[in-house]
T-cell receptor
Framework: NAGVTQTPKFQVLKTGQSMTLQCAQD?????MSWYRQDPGMGLRLIHY???????DQGEVPNGYNVSRSTTEDFPLRLLSAAPSQTSVYFC??????????FGSGTQLSVL | GNSVTQMEGPVTLSEEAFLTINCTYT??????LFWYVQYPGEGLQLLLK?????DKGSNKGFEATYRKETTSFHLEKGSVQVSDSAVYFC?????????????FGTGTKLQVIP
């Protein structure tokens, strides 16, 4: 049972480039979400989804785009990367009893 | 809005010492409360949870009691080990059980030295 799988683990971008962070879960969870983790700020919610075809914004959605075409996948797109988006990104799905299952993270640097 | 406040770290303890990491919260309703742990290079894992006042969550020797009167959920362990070195996050969901976002604290780094 793989749980939540994120790719890539590391990425370096130049300002203005675009990219997609991949997230997949094999637990048939309806709820999936993306967080960013920055020093001294904990985890902040970017976007979330409560099922295929349904997405909504979190605390810090600007500069990011998501879609949910299947229950398993929830990719996060950076449309035009900026240095302020340098961070560690975590995908999480939610199972029974409100438990969040996290991927191992993507460390992104934008130069 | 909802918020979670944790004690500043890092916390450095000797092996077998007693651990307390303070956590207080602000919520509009009656939230569920959580402690998550993050080991180096990994994602967060649920350590324990409590869903109503006076509930005690426990796991792997860690405990935390939901104190509604003081809006607190302090994490404790009687005897820490080197393997407990990690970052600990307090979190809440409000209202509990629905499709609402989870609010996290800033995390407290624990280092246990032999």
């Amino acid at each position: 049972n793989a749980g939540v799988t994120q790719t890539p683990k590391f990425q370096v971008l130049k300002t203005g480039q675009s990219m997609t962070l991949q997230c997949a879960q094999d637990m048939n969870h309806e709820y999936m979400s993306w967080y960013r983790q920055d020093p001294g700020m904990g985890l902040r919610l970017i976007h979330y989804s409560v099922g295929a075809g349904i997405t909504d914004q979190g605390e810090v959605p600007n500069g990011y785009n998501v879609s949910r075409s299947t229950t398993e996948d929830f990719p996060l797109r950076l449309l035009s990367a900026a240095p302020s988006q340098t961070s560690v990104y975590f995908c999480a799905s939610r199972g029974d009893n409100e438990k969040l299952f996290f991927g191992s993270g993507t460390q992104l640097s934008v130069l | 809005g909802n918020s979670v406040t944790q004690m500043e770290g890092p916390v450095t303890l000797s092996e077998e010492a007693f651990l307390t990491i303070n956590c207080t919260y602000t919520a509009t309703g009656y939230p569920s409360l959580f402690w998550y742990v993050q080991y180096p290079g990994e994602g967060l894992q649920l350590l324990l949870k409590a869903t109503k006042a006076d509930d005690k969550g426990s796991n792997k020797g860690f405990e935390a009691t939901y104190r509604k009167e003081t809006t607190s959920f302090h994490l404790e362990k009687g005897s820490v080990q080197v393997s407990d070195s990690a970052v600990y996050f307090c979190a809440l969901s409000d209202p509990p059980g629905g499709y609402q976002k989870v609010t996290f604290g800033t995390g407290t780094k624990l280092q246990v030295i032999p």
